[in-house]
Every structure is written in C-alpha cells, then in structure tokens.
C-alpha cells in the first residue's frame, strides 16, 4: 500500500470511512478480476482517487456497489465495495504506474534487481502489467500511452537535470500523467464540463506527489548516493514547501470549478488529507504558505529569506545584548578548550562525552543520528509486502515497516488516538485553507 493520501479513518465520519474502504477494496478487487491475484500487490491509496472522482460525479447507485465476500483485511466480514468503470480505470492506472516503478528500480540495480536474472523476470512482470493496463484502458476508452510516455521523458529530464533546473520541468512528466487520469473520470461520469478543472487538479495532485516522494526520501538517497530532484537541482525544502503550498490551494480552486453529486469525500481526501500528508513529510503541523512558517517549524532555512534565525520574543537579538550574560568565556576560567584547541563543549562533538570524543557514545545512545535503513530491492519487497497482506498488518497494524521503502507506516484501520473531529478533517482556520464549505 503505497501513495500519499493515507488518511487515518478515525478521522472520517462512519459514512466517509466505509466509502473510503468501498473504493479501496474495489480498487483491490477490480485488480484480482481483470488481471489476477498477482496484480493486487500494486493496489495503493492514490489510485483509489480515480475511483473516488469518477463516483463524486455520477453519485453512488446500486450497480455501483456489490457486496464482497470475507476478507482477512476487514477481519473477515463481508462489506459493500465499488465496481464499475471508476474502479477499473483506477487500476488500469495503478498497474501503468506500478510497471513504470519496477523498470525504475531494474534500472538502479536494487537490491535483489542488480542480478540478471532477477531483473530480467521483473521486466517481463512489468511488461505484462504495461499490457493488461493498456487493455483495459482501451476497454474504458483511456489511451495509457500517456502514462507511459511521461514515464519515457522522466527518465530522459533527470538525467539533463541539474543545479538551477527549474523544479517543476522534474515534475513535468508526473503531472500530465495524474491529470490525463483525472480528466478522464469526467468522461466516464458523462461530466465533460469537469474535463479541465480536473485535469487541472490532477496536474497539481502530480507535482504534489513527486515533491513530497522526494522530500520524503533525500536524506536516504543522499545515503545510498541515489538521484534525488531536491539534490539534483539545488531546491532547499523551503522552496519545495512553497511549491507543495501553492499545489494545496490550486486544487481546491479547481475542485470548487468542478461539479459533484456528492463531492464530501473528494473534498476531504484532496483537500484535509492532502494538507496533512505535506505536513506530514515536511515535519509540521499545519501549513506554513511560505518560508517563514517552515522556519518556524523546522529552525534555520537554507536560502531562507527573511534570516538566519527564527523570530522570538527579543527579536533577532539575544535577550542581554551581543554578549553572553557572563562574558565571553568559560565562567569558570580558562574561556577555551581544556583538551587544547578551540572552544569546546564536553558534549560537543569530538568532546569527551561527545560523539566522536574519547567518551563518546554510541549512535543507539544518542551518540550520532541513527542510520535510515535501505530500502529493499523489488523482489524483497514483493515477499514482505505479501507478508504483511497474509497477517494484516496492512490494515490493522497501528505502525509497520514499509515493503519496499522501510518507511513507517500506519494501518488504514489502526486504532489511533488522533483526536479525530468528525470529519472535517482539520480544517482549522489556516489562512490558506479554503472556506470548510464541503464537509
């Protein structure tokens, strides 16, 4: 289960959390019937959104929905999902993109996919997944090679990609790929009016989910040496918060643009749940439209602006003066290094309690910053995913490990203390949120 709109379901109401887990079982099962068991693996919470637009439009009706069998990831009790034509472009979309990630990885060389073997069985995977989606594309009237083609020309812009590359021409590809797939549901509710609003959201949804994937994973590419778009370019996290920002108010305007039968769970899930999932992977707790806000949250911005330091309550002056209260050394004497040297904090680095130091102490005792662990290569991460499918921790667990990315995650059914509100979905009075006029 992969994407960035993971919403904790205590904070939906009972009628939005079932709709959510209809799209999200529909999702799983329209994947099963056109495509077999093995495909079920690419499920993800992003591609349900299609599903989720395409029924905001038409409005939910009786052969929209079947009811399912047991299920280990619903404790075994049968439930209402969505089927139809929304549910199957969401997974014709999902298997394009999920090919697009296996071929990434085989070009990497992860883990287990730096052997040939393994390799070239995980092409011939997303070759067959490149076709079934392309098949059911045709099916629904959606030409998938848009998809394809824009994961062609990421792979050509990363690699001219440089210091002062504009970000957005990174996230270019992504973008006409999510917006193709949005606009699209308005062909199949019979809303054409909603054709460029919804491209438009989708294009934004796009650049959304490349700038939080690479926020979220530069420290470990840093790490394992791997391209990284904030890296490659020069982008400080200001400037990609600013973007996410920007990203979060295009897509409300453009879904007030478009018309819904009933829009409450696209409303939440894009416009409450997509803010939390930017704070979630910039560290914050409500958004911060620019730099200061980010400053705030996170100290000292590189390229920041408005100054070095964050306000506070002497201004950005210390509290006695350029001084330090007791002079400018050691109050104790000496003002220095006692080990020779500079000045030194015994707890500093190179200290004799410090990291580094002849004392120093070991990362796991706060020592040094504990290392990120590397990702598993597309095999592994296949075998663990199955894993936590078998013995739900997908569902139930309130925190697990990431298949693939070793991240932590959170099970889409987890009883979490979160403080839910009904919902809302955290609407809160930020001033770049939009009016709660959908909740």
Request: glycine share 16%; charged share 20%.
């Amino acid at each position: 289960m992969f994407g960035i709109v993971r919403p904790c379901t205590h904070r939906l109401t009972d009628g939005l959390k079932t709709e959510w887990m209809a799209h999200l079982c529909g999702l799983c099962l329209a994947l099963r019937a056109d495509h077999g068991q093995f495909a079920r693996i690419v499920t993800n919470y992003d591609g349900l959104i299609v599903s989720v637009l395409t029924e905001a439009q038409t409005g939910v009706t009786e052969a929209g929905r079947r009811t399912a069998g047991p299920c280990a990831l619903r404790a075994m009790r049968t439930a209402p999902v969505a089927r139809g034509e929304g549910a199957r472009l969401a997974a014709a979309v999902s298997l394009v993109l999920a090919s697009a990630k296996v071929r990434d990885h085989v070009a990497d060389r992860d883990g287990l996919l730096a052997r040939r073997p393994v390799a070239a069985a995980a092409r011939r995977v997303a070759r067959s997944w490149d076709r079934a989606g392309a098949r059911t594309g045709r099916d629904l009237g959606f030409d998938t090679a848009v998809l394809v083609d824009a994961v062609d020309r990421q792979t050509g812009i990363e690699a001219l990609a440089g210091p002062g590359t504009p970000l957005l021409a990174v996230t270019e590809p992504t973008e006409a790929a999510t917006a193709a797939a949005f606009a699209h549901t308005a062909v199949l509710a019979g809303r054409p009016g909603n054709a460029a609003p919804l491209a438009e959201a989708g294009r934004l949804f796009g650049r959304l989910a490349h700038l939080l994937d690479a926020v979220e994973d530069q420290a470990a590419d840093a790490e394992t040496g791997a391209w990284n778009p904030l890296t490659a370019t020069g982008t400080s996290r200001a400037e990609a918060r600013r973007l996410a920002d920007d990203a979060l108010h295009g897509i409300r305007l453009a879904l007030k643009d478009a018309e819904f039968a009933d829009g409450k769970l696209v409303h939440v899930l894009l416009a409450h749940e997509l803010r939390t999932s930017v704070d979630r992977a910039f560290g914050t707790t409500g958004c911060s439209h620019g730099a200061q806000g980010v400053q705030a949250a996170h100290g000292p911005v590189p390229g920041n602006p408005y100054g070095g330091q964050p306000p506070g309550p002497y201004g950005s002056q210390p509290p006695y003066g350029s001084q330090p209260p007791y002079g400018s050394g050691n109050p104790y004497g000496g003002g220095g290094n006692p080990y020779g040297g500079g000045p030194m904090h015994p707890g500093g680095p190179g200290g004799p309690m410090g990291p580094g130091g002849p004392g120093g102490l070991p990362p796991q005792f706060g020592g040094g910053a504990p290392q990120a662990p590397k990702p598993r290569g597309f095999l592994a991460g296949c075998a663990m995913f199955t894993w936590l499918f078998c013995t739900c921790q997908i569902c139930c667990a309130k925190e697990y490990e990431g298949p693939w990315s070793r991240k932590k995650r959170e099970g889409c059914c987890r009883d979490c203390d979160c403080g839910g509100d009904g919902g809302c979905g955290g609407c809160d009075g930020c001033d770049c949120c939009c009016p709660c006029d959908g909740c």
